[in-house]
């Protein structure tokens, strides 16, 4: 006999497929993805290393999940104390931001062109987590399992504007941006 709280899990794993089946490919899978991220309700480094892995893959993940992963990934680093600077010097290495070990400034010069003022790793995770603040008005409603449907839905949404991804840039490829236009490209003859 089932507990009532083995019914709840079931009846909202199923009112959750519900709502990404129209909007995933490969709905059981952002079912899980979802399910595992309305678990933590702060930051956890094993489930970024899972939304990185996601984000980086080429193959075998739709780029509806991959978009979505890097939203969850944005909301995680918002979770995260602006003090842990190994967590933060991990998370820039990923994303190819930081320099090799050793060097005087630990963030790539290159951020500069992107709009940010500094490289100094303390002034750069203040700015880099302000860009990362644009979408608050989503991840504030991201609480758990009380997270409203209205909520996921507004979360899946932002996580399809791609312009609204501040780390896609470091996460897709040149190549796989090219194609997801490709992709979006009606031809017509003339």
Known sequence: MKSSGGRSRNSSRSHLFDILTTE????????????????????????????LAIAKQRAKVSWSLKRLAVLMLENQILRLDTDNLGEFD?????LNLRQAPGLTEPIERSVLKEGYSTTD??????????????????HRKISG???SATALRDFISASRRDCKLSLAR???TPEE??????????????
């Open 24 to 51: 995933f490919p490969d709905a059981h899978q952002a079912v899980d993805l979802i399910d595992e991220f309305l678990q933590y309700g702060n930051y956890d480094h094993r489930f970024c290393l899972k939304l």
């Open 177 to 190: 941006i090219v194609d997801q236009i490709l992709r979006q490209l009606r031809v017509t003859k003339e």
């Open 145 to 147: 399992r009380r997270t």
């Open 170 to 172: 470091y996460l897709f």
């Open 121 to 138: 790793r303390r002034g750069f995770i203040i700015e880099f987590r302000r860009k990362l603040e644009r979408l608050n008005h989503v």
């Open 90 to 94: 991990f998370l820039f290495a990923q």
